[in-house]
Structures are given as structure tokens and as C-alpha cells.
């Protein structure tokens, strides 16, 4: 599956490297790609929804402090 190669040379100054050979490969088409977990797993959602539900309570207590203690 090598689809190309190529060359390198750098030079920095006056002191200039060897050739540096490499090749490359044909890209995979994405549809061949296997992604893995397509779905989200119990954890995710509970933790997900653990942390939404504190910073919902927070932002309300802020809220709360700021109404009672502004003035």
C-alpha cells in the first residue's frame, strides 16, 4: 500500500544534511474507519448528569447569596 516516496534535504547555514528518503501510504477510506464506542455508557450519562445538576444547584445558590447579601 505505498503510494509515494519522497526527498529531504535542509540546510542550516552553510552545513547541509543528508538525503532523507521516507514513502507514504494510501489514506483508508473513512467508511473502513472502525470509530469504536458509537454510544455513550451509563458512566458518561451519570456523570454527566451528576455535574450538570451541581452546577445547576451552585449557580442557584450564588444567585441566592448575591439577591440576599447585595444590599
Known amino acids: 500500500m505505498v503510494c509515494c516516496s519522497f526527498s529531504l534535504t ?3 547555514e552553510n552545513v547541509t544534511s543528508s538525503v532523507l528518503t521516507d514513502t507514504t501510504t494510501n489514506a483508508v477510506d473513512f467508511q ?3 470509530i469504536g464506542l458509537q ?3 451509563g458512566a458518561m450519562v ?4 451528576i455535574l450538570s445538576l451541581a ?3 451552585l449557580l442557584a445558590g450564588l444567585i441566592l447569596i448575591l439577591f440576599f ?3
Open 55 to 57: 452546577m445547576g444547584i
Open 32 to 34: 473502513q474507519i472502525d
Open 46 to 49: 451519570v456523570i454527566t448528569v
Open 69 to 71: 447579601f447585595s444590599g
Open 39 to 41: 454510544a455513550r455508557s
Open 10 to 12: 535542509y540546510t542550516i
